[in-house]
C-alpha cells in the first residue's frame, strides 16, 4: 500500500465525504425549494414531484451498474468522472428555461451521483487499512449524508428566498462540486490493474439490464403510488409493482447460474448465505432504519410548512439541531466503532430513532419548540451512526476487487427503504386525513388540523419501522464484534464456532 500521510488522509476524507454531502444536499434543496421553482417555472400542479422523483429513480436504479464499473475501471476514475457529470449537469439545471429541462437535468444528476458514492467507499477501503483509520473515515462519510440532506433544506430555503432565487442552489452546488473535484483529482491515488483491487472478469451486461429496471420500475412505482388517485390500488401502480418483482427474482436466479458458472456476476449470491457477512441481516435493518429516519425528516417538513403554516426558511432553520447531532453522532460513532462491538451502538442509534418518531407522534401542535419538536430533531440523528457500521460490515463481505458494489448494494438499501418508506407513510397519513375529514366536513381538507392527524399517524408508523429495524439488529447482529478491525484466523474460526456455522472467513472464503 502507498505510504499515508494525516494531512493526505484528510484530503482524501474531504474529497470524498464533500461530493457524497453535495447529493445529498441536491435532495434537501429541491425538498423545500420545489414549490419556488415550481411557480418561476409554472409547473403543472402534478409535475411538482417529478424533479424529486427522477433524481432518486436514475440514482437508484443504476447504483448496483455503476458500482460493478467502478470496480472494472477503478474507484478513482469513477468518482471523477461521475462527480464531473454531477458537476456539468448542475451548472446546466441554473440556466434550465423550462420544467422538462430541470426535470431531465436532475435526473443526469441522479447518474452523477449513483456514479460517486460506490466509488467513494472502494477508495475509502482502499486507501485505509482495517481498524480505526478506516472507521473514523467512515464516520465522517456517514455525517455528510445527513449533513448534506439538512443543509440543503437550510440553504435552499434560504437562497430560493433570497434576490438570487432557487438557480443560486445549483450555482452553489456546481462550485463547491468544481472544488471537490480538483480536489480529489490532486489527492486520490492512481490505481492499478495488478494491485488486485480490479474486477478483471468483465461486466455483467444481462444482469445490469435486468437489476436496473427491476429497481428502476420498483422505484418509480413506489414514488407514483403516492399521488396516484387510487393509491396503491391503482392498476398501473399494481403492474408496476408485479412487474419489478418479477424483473428482481429473475435477476436473483441469472446471478445464481452465472456465479454458478463462474461467470460476470453483477451481485454475486453467494454473499448472502456467508455467516459472518450476516448480509440479509445487515440490509434489511438499514432498510427499516432508513424507513425511519428519512420519511421522519420528510413529514417533518410538511409539519413545519403545512400544520405549522412557516415559511421555507423558517422550516430550515428548525432542523439546525439535526445537523450539529448529525455531525456528533457520526464522529463519536467513528471513535467508538474502534472500543466496542457494533451491535449496542447499532441499537442505541435506531432507539434514538424511534424515540424521536415517537415524540412526533404525540407532538402538541400549540408547545413551544423547545419542548417536543427540538428533541424530534436533535434525536432523529442518531441513526445516523448505523450509516458507517452498517457499510463497513458489508464491505467485509466482498472480495477487494468488489468493494465498490459493496457500495452499491447498501446504498440501494437506503434508497428503497426511503423510496418504500415515504409511500407506505404519506399512504397513511393521507388516509387517515382523509377519513377525519369525512366525520368533520366543516374543515377545509388541507387545514392544520386534518393534516396533524394524517401526520401522527405517519409518526406511528415509523414507530413501527424502527422498532422492526432494531429487532432485526437484535436478533441477526449477534456477535458482529467489533466492525472493521481485523481479525486474524483464531479470532474468526471462534466467532463462527459460536455461530454454529462452518468456518469461513471475512471474504466468505472457505
Known sequence: MVAITPSKDLLIVAAVSGVTMLNMFLSGALTVAIPTIGRALNFHEEDLQWPVTVFSLAYGCTLLLFGRIGDIVGGRVMFLVGSSWFCAWSIGTAFAPNPTTVIVFVAM???????????????????????????????????????????????????????????GIFYVQAGFASFFVLLGWLVLEKETSGNGRRYTKGLDWGGAIISTAGIGLLTYSLAASASARQGWATPHIIGLICAASSLLVIFWFYEKWREQNSMAVLMPPSIWSQPLAKMPAVIAMIFFAWWCFNTLLYISTLF????????????????????????????????????????????????????????????????????????VMSLAAGADMVYPIGTLQVSSAFEDDSQALAGGIFTVATRLGTSL??????????????????????????????????????????????????????VGLRGIGIVGQQRDSQDIAQETKSDGAPTVDVKGQA
Open 109 to 167: 444528476m441522479g447518474l452523477g451521483a449513483a456514479a460517486n458514492t460506490p466509488a467513494g467507499i472502494s477508495i475509502f477501503v482502499g486507501h485505509f487499512p482495517q481498524g480505526s483509520r478506516r472507521n473514523n473515515a467512515f464516520g465522517v462519510l456517514g455525517a455528510g449524508q445527513p449533513v448534506g440532506y439538512i443543509l440543503g433544506l437550510v440553504l435552499g430555503g434560504v437562497i430560493s428566498q433570497s434576490s438570487i432565487t432557487w438557480r
Open 304 to 375: 413545519y410548512q403545512q400544520v405549522m403554516i412557516l415559511s421555507p426558511l423558517q422550516t430550515s432553520i428548525r432542523f439546525l439541531p439535526t445537523i450539529i447531532c448529525a455531525i456528533g453522532t457520526n464522529l463519536a460513532g467513528g471513535w467508538l466503532m474502534n472500543r466496542m462491538p457494533g451491535l449496542p451502538l447499532i441499537l442505541a442509534a435506531v432507539t434514538a430513532n424511534v424515540l424521536a418518531a415517537l415524540l412526533f407522534a404525540l407532538i402538541d401542535t400549540h408547545a413551544s419548540y423547545w419542548l417536543m419538536s427540538f428533541w
Open 421 to 474: 418508506g415515504v409511500a407506505v407513510t404519506s399512504s397513511i397519513a393521507t388516509s387517515v386525513s382523509k377519513r377525519f375529514h369525512s366525520t368533520h366536513p366543516t374543515l377545509s381538507p388541507s387545514s392544520p388540523e386534518v393534516l396533524i392527524v394524517g401526520l401522527r399517524a405517519a409518526g406511528w408508523t415509523l414507530v413501527g419501522a424502527g422498532a422492526i429495524s432494531f429487532m432485526i439488529a437484535l
